[in-house]
């Protein structure tokens, strides 16, 4: 029987060789916005996983959008060389297709990495100024966003734009927009952290306005045959918050302004949010994204055995699954999916050794 999540996709012009994508993941590795040696083996290694598509962490349009002082960041020629490299790289020496995941921070920039306690940077930390829609801090102890002027409309509109040249200039294969997770464009998104009551705030039509005005210009710029897609909240799992009812109208509304898939993730919108800890929490969201949006649809989130990926996409809820942790604990996850589920799978000639049907002690790991 063959297998839907080895199965092959198509998003715009672009040919995955499977369903399987993995996520955007914070190295916080980078020196002023700059990928370092450390991406060059991450994603050099991710590269060669098997999975189809590997989107690189969040990657800030403005200095001051990044989260952490080691984040990405595509906003000066100095960034753009060294993701150059990195890309550069890994399609030298593997077969997965790079996309790049944009991003601003909003109210949660400023903050210290995940080992450093991944709260809001103290005042010796070399803080900034972060902005939102509103000025609602994220939780307690954070940073006060200033609520956003008319001219930080008009820059962070335009850092989107630079910096999706750019990655179209370097050569990724698909750029996704980070619209989830509490970061700006969630924000304007979500009542609970945008008060705002001009024509940025107030019913979902209007706080959807900035994100699609951002995605608008984008698309402007990225050429019909490159997928352009953006991560979006199925969820804030929050009263008030947003809901399932949200997303679908949100993907409805992104697919009119020609984005080619969206990525179903959800919460993060307040300090305090804790996500369900079930397996493929956000995969019935996704299933009615994908059934009532008709948009090519990924879902995220405690994605971990191979059947549970099969299941998702043979089922139909989501047209690929994207995973984290697991991928990042196993760089082979995809090889040993491909294993367990009896598909092919790409491998390095390096390591074709390895194929389980090339040595007895393959049967031996189960
Ligand atoms: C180390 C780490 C860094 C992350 N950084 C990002 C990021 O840059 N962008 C993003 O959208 N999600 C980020 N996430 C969330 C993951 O992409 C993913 O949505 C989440 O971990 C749930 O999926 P999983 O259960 O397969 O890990 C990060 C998660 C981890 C563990």
Redo the contacts with the bound molecule.
């Keep these: 029987m063959s297998s839907a999540l080895f199965s092959p996709i198509r998003l715009a012009d672009l040919e995955l060789a499977n369903r399987i994508v993995v996520?955007?993941?914070?190295?916080?590795s980078a020196n002023d916005g700059c990928a370092s040696d450390w991406h060059l083996s991450h994603l050099g290694m991710l590269a060669n996983s098997g999975a189809a598509l590997v989107?690189v962490?969040?990657?800030h349009v403005e200095r001051y959008g990044r989260?952490t002082h080691g984040?990405l960041g595509l906003y000066s020629d100095a960034c753009e060389a060294a993701l150059a490299r990195v890309v550069a790289h890994c399609h030298r020496v593997g077969a997965a297709k790079l996309g790049v995941?944009l991003?601003h921070a909003g109210r949660k920039a400023s903050s210290q990495r995940?080992w450093e306690g991944g709260g809001a940077l103290k005042a010796d930390a070399d803080p900034w100024q972060t902005i939102a829609p509103s000025a609602i801090p994220f939780g307690a102890g954070w940073h006060t966003p200033r609520a956003m002027l008319a001219e930080d409309f008009v820059r962070v509109r335009a850092a989107f734009v630079d910096a999706a040249k750019r990655a179209v200039h370097i050569g990724f294969d698909a750029i996704e927009l980070?619209y989830?997770?509490g970061?700006l464009a969630h924000e304007f998104l979500s009542p609970i952290a945008n008060t705002r009551n001009d024509e940025y705030g107030g019913p979902l039509e209007a706080r959807m306005r900035f994100p699609r005005e951002i995605v608008r210009a984008v698309r402007a710029v990225v050429p019909k045959g490159l997928p352009l897609g953006a991560?979006i909240t199925g969820s804030d799992w929050k009263e008030g918050g947003l809901t399932p009812d949200d997303a679908i109208a949100f993907a409805k509304a992104l697919k009119e302004d020609g984005l080619d898939f969206v990525?179903v993730?959800s919460g993060g919108i307040t300090a305090d949010t804790r996500?369900p800890a079930e397996p493929g929490y956000?995969a019935p969201i996704a299933a009615r994204v994908k059934r009532e949006a008709g948009i090519a649809t990924r879902t995220?989130?405690?994605?971990?055995t191979p059947a549970q990926a099969e299941s998702i996409v043979a089922e139909g809820k989501a047209d690929m699954v994207?995973?984290?942790?697991?991928?990042?604990d196993d760089p082979h996850w995809p090889w040993h999916a491909a294993y367990a589920l009896g598909a092919e799978v790409s491998r390095p000639p390096q390591y074709q050794r390895a194929n389980p049907k090339l040595w007895p002690g393959a049967a031996m790991r189960g």
């Design positions: 996520s955007p993941m914070c190295q916080y989107v962490e969040a990657t989260i984040c995941q991003a995940s980070h989830a997770h970061y991560r990525d993730s996500n956000n995220v989130g405690m994605i971990v994207t995973l984290g942790r697991a991928m990042l």
